[in-house]
């Protein structure tokens, strides 16, 4: 796999609705649901992680990505395209996002949707560390 194969996996799930712990592409997926769906798309090994709440807390997302076995942490300085990113508003993180070079592809709620933007330099702030599929060539 490679992160070509990442980002066009999280580019088909585009427009996809929002929905608190959606799984379906095309259907409704959140953040979380967009990563798990990507992992399913490339043949990774993920474990979902259901019945979190809508802004987790005390390091839950973090905790739940490093147990992933498909998945190893890097720097947030480090990332590189097909990375998942993990992202703090305020307080613990609690977004995911897939980076896709100069954008990042993500379910987000404020959009109502599965949308693709500009890693702006306030959203490249945001950014706590990344996780890289492992086997990536």
């Keep these: 796999m490679n992160a070509d194969e990442i980002i066009a996996a999280a580019r088909a ?5 929002f929905l608190h712990q959606g799984r379906i592409p ?9 990563v798990v769906a990507v992992a399913q798309a490339i043949g990774a090994d993920y474990v979902d992680r259901t019945g979190y709440s809508r802004s987790p807390s005390h390091g839950q997302l973090q905790c739940a990505l490093d147990e992933q076995p498909c998945l190893e942490r890097v720097a947030a300085m480090d990332r590189q395209p097909g990375d998942v990113l993990l992202i703090r508003f305020a307080g613990d993180p609690q977004h995911l996002a897939i980076l896709a070079g100069e954008t990042i592809i993500h379910s987000y709620a404020s959009v109502g949707r599965v949308c693709e933007h500009r890693l702006s330099s306030v959203w490249a702030a945001r950014i706590v560390c990344a996780y890289r599929f492992k086997g990536l060539v």
Excluded: I, M, Y
Excluded at 13 to 17: A, F, I, N, R, V
């Design 26 to 34: 095309g259907v409704a997926l959140d953040c979380a649901g967009l």
């Design 13 to 17: 799930c585009l427009g996809t609705p």
